[in-house]
């Protein structure tokens, strides 16, 4: 009887949620998969990944890397020296652990990981979570097996034959909510018949959004909403003492349940990350998109922008929202139909399961290895 072969598989990347939590979901889908798979995540020290991966159950060894300064060139000495170092430790891990297959969600440690994985033979998969591409899964995309990607038109920047499209893989905590948005409401402490506004920045908070909303809750109380607002936890103070005499909002640094928040929200505000996205499409939900202009290839404005030219979303670009943000908020509320057509419009854009696809990929390229 031909025994099992047991995979081992390392997955690298990080810096920011928007890599994180695909990366834990591909990890968590390979685990259902076959739970006696071994995956091994290689991030940045210092990095948000070196405690979001742990916190998920997977070991994780940390790279000394981190990005370019853009802005001064001189310090970017330092920054080869840690690639440098980087590079030669990401041999020993994979003298170490001996990866079937790497696997690269974007960030600073995917570079140096992939890059030796490749020179290596080590087939390798990446995930690609934007509509414009990152610089690192660029510089991978030649040598790689198959690129996993969310949008159309991608071949911009990738072989055409290596493009895969699966979607962004989401937490499923958000999507398994049991709730109608009237209960959703209730439990979160709203009023069941008045429009809900969610705004979210990120576990740091969006400072233009924060001042944006914090100058206008009593204009967007008057229209009849309530406001859900996560502030971050720099903005915290501040804008809980905005929000403490307005009736009908409630300000927090985070949200411990999205899915709770998603469906209880008739509008979102949010950034523009490939992450929130993809769950406002799988949700269906009418959102004003303020990508961040202080992001890579400036591409949360992007995303919006894929998201606006179709009518699944509105974008109100940073530079704009003090002025703008609220009379859009207030706009949207006032038309329900409009609403639900750009609730249409972004589901048309969910593509389920993308973990899953993504896992369906991992072993069809291992498959071939194997023959």
């Given at each position: 009887?031909?025994?099992?072969?047991k995979?081992?598989?390392?997955?690298s990347g990080g810096?920011?949620?928007?890599?994180?939590?695909?990366?834990?979901?591909?990890?968590?889908?390979?685990?259902?998969?076959?739970?006696?798979?071994?995956i091994?995540f290689?991030?940045?020290?210092?990095r948000?990944?070196?405690?979001?991966v742990?916190?998920?159950?997977?070991?994780?060894i940390?790279?000394?890397?981190?990005?370019?300064?853009?802005?001064?060139?001189?310090?970017?000495?330092?920054?080869?020296?840690?690639?440098?170092?980087?590079?030669?430790?990401?041999?020993k891990?994979?003298?170490?652990?001996?990866?079937?297959?790497?696997?690269?969600v974007?960030?600073?440690?995917?570079?140096?990981?992939?890059?030796?994985?490749?020179?290596?033979?080590i087939?390798?998969?990446?995930?690609?979570?934007?509509?414009?591409?990152?610089?690192?899964?660029?510089?991978?995309?030649?040598?790689?097996?198959?690129?996993?990607v969310?949008?159309?038109?991608?071949g911009?920047?990738?072989?055409?034959?290596?493009?895969?499209?699966?979607?962004n893989?989401?937490?499923?905590?958000?999507?398994e909510?049991?709730q109608?948005?009237?209960?959703?409401?209730?439990?979160?402490?709203?009023?069941?018949?008045?429009?809900?506004?969610?705004?979210?920045?990120?576990?740091?908070?969006?400072?233009?959004?924060?001042?944006?909303?914090?100058?206008?809750?009593?204009?967007l109380t008057?229209?009849?909403?309530?406001?859900?607002?996560?502030?971050?936890?720099?903005?915290?103070?501040?804008?809980?003492?905005?929000a403490k005499?307005?009736?009908?909002?409630?300000?927090?640094?985070?949200?411990?349940?999205?899915?709770?928040?998603?469906?209880?929200?008739?509008?979102?505000?949010?950034?523009?990350?490939?992450s929130?996205?993809?769950?406002?499409?799988?949700?269906?939900k009418?959102?004003?998109l303020?990508?961040?202009?202080?992001?890579?290839?400036?591409?949360?404005?992007?995303?919006?922008?894929?998201l606006?030219?179709?009518?699944?979303?509105?974008?109100?670009?940073?530079?704009?929202a003090?002025?703008?943000?609220?009379?859009e908020?207030?706009?949207?509320?006032?038309?329900e139909?409009?609403?639900q057509?750009?609730?249409?419009?972004v589901?048309?854009?969910?593509?389920?399961?993308?973990?899953e696809?993504?896992?369906d990929?991992?072993?069809?390229?291992?498959?071939?290895?194997?023959?």
């Open positions: 009887m031909k025994t099992k072969r995979y081992r598989i390392l997955i810096g920011t949620g928007g890599h994180i939590f695909p990366a834990v979901a591909i990890a968590n889908a390979l685990k259902r998969r076959d739970a006696d798979t071994e091994l290689v991030g940045a020290e210092n948000m990944e070196m405690e979001r742990p916190a998920a159950g997977y070991k994780i940390g790279l000394p890397v981190c990005g370019f300064d853009r802005k001064r060139l001189w310090r970017n000495f330092k920054v080869l020296w840690k690639l440098f170092k980087s590079m030669r430790l990401a041999r891990i994979l003298c170490d652990f001996k990866p079937d297959m790497a696997v690269g974007g960030g600073y440690a995917s570079g140096p990981m992939l890059k030796a994985a490749q020179k290596n033979g087939p390798t998969l990446l995930q690609e979570q934007n509509s414009y591409a990152g610089v690192t899964n660029k510089l991978l995309a030649q040598k790689a097996s198959a690129i996993c969310a949008y159309d038109n991608m911009r920047f990738f072989p055409e034959k290596s493009i895969v499209k699966t979607g893989p989401v937490r499923q905590a958000v999507l909510v049991s109608t948005q009237a209960e959703a409401k209730e439990l979160l402490g709203f009023d069941s018949k008045r429009p809900l506004v969610l705004v979210v920045g990120g576990s740091l908070g969006a400072r233009t959004i924060n001042e944006s909303i914090g100058a206008s809750l009593e204009k008057a229209a009849g909403a309530s406001v859900m607002w996560q502030t971050g936890k720099l903005y915290a103070e501040e804008c809980s003492a905005k005499d307005v009736p009908h909002v409630k300000a927090m640094p985070f949200i411990t349940d999205m899915g709770l928040a998603y469906r209880a929200a008739d509008v979102v505000v949010s950034r523009a990350g490939a929130t996205i993809s769950e406002l499409q799988l949700l269906g009418p959102s004003i303020v990508p961040s202009p202080n992001v890579a290839e400036d591409h949360q404005r992007k995303n919006a922008q894929a606006a030219d179709v009518g699944a979303s509105v974008m109100v670009l940073d530079a704009d003090q002025a703008h943000l609220a009379d908020v207030v706009a949207m509320l006032a038309d139909s409009r609403r057509l750009i609730a249409e419009n589901l048309k854009m969910a593509l389920p399961q993308a973990d696809k993504i896992v990929t991992i072993y069809s390229i291992l498959s071939k290895e194997s023959k």
